[in-house]
């Protein structure tokens, strides 16, 4: 069965307009959608290594794009869309440590979640809440996105034919290990933004936030 579903999604990478479906779900995935867009964005490299490049510069730029749609809703719409949105993603438990560690540190949180599959779309909804500056939100978006979608666009660029070769083979192992590292992602996300023992006083003291107008 899943040898069955490669091959179906490898035949949709690449489809004609399997570009625009990429958009569409980078662009979503930064504000409301749950599904990442890393399956399609490595078997459309996969299809077409010579256009890795291309794939992951569209990636990033959606992805830029629905972040500043998700930083929008946090920041006229929080009362109204943006808890639904929280609570129907399951991170609404994570949301006041974020906003936290978000005025703390600015930037620095978006660039470390650059080189983690932890939900962006966290980050993008709790920045427009706190009205982190634009700029600064803008910028960090953009190398951190760009950093984690042009690597994988680089890699399969550079390794594309042998890439497609090992996974042909170790198809079950690679998703083992895509799995692990998901899994590992929201782990070191959970000990950084409110799960482990070393975080900041400040912040480990955060509740769950329930009104908009609360300070943490």
Known sequence: MLRRLYEWMMEKAAHAHA????????????????????????LMCLARPDKALRYGMVCALASVLGGLFGYAIGFFAYETIGVTLLKTLGLWDSFPAAACYLREFGAEIILIKGATPIPFKLLTLTAGFIHMDLWTFIWASVLSRAFQFMLVGL???????????????????????????VVGGFIAFSMLAGGGAEKSDKCSNVVKMQEPASSI
């Open 155 to 181: 890699l399969f660029w550079k390794f594309g034919p042998p890439i497609k070769s090992f996974i042909d083979k170790y198809l079950a192992w690679v998703t083992a290990g895509f799995l692990v590292l």
């Open 19 to 42: 570009e625009r479906w990429l958009f569409l779900f980078s662009f979503m995935e930064s504000s409301f959608f749950p599904i990442p867009p890393h399956p399609l964005l490595g």
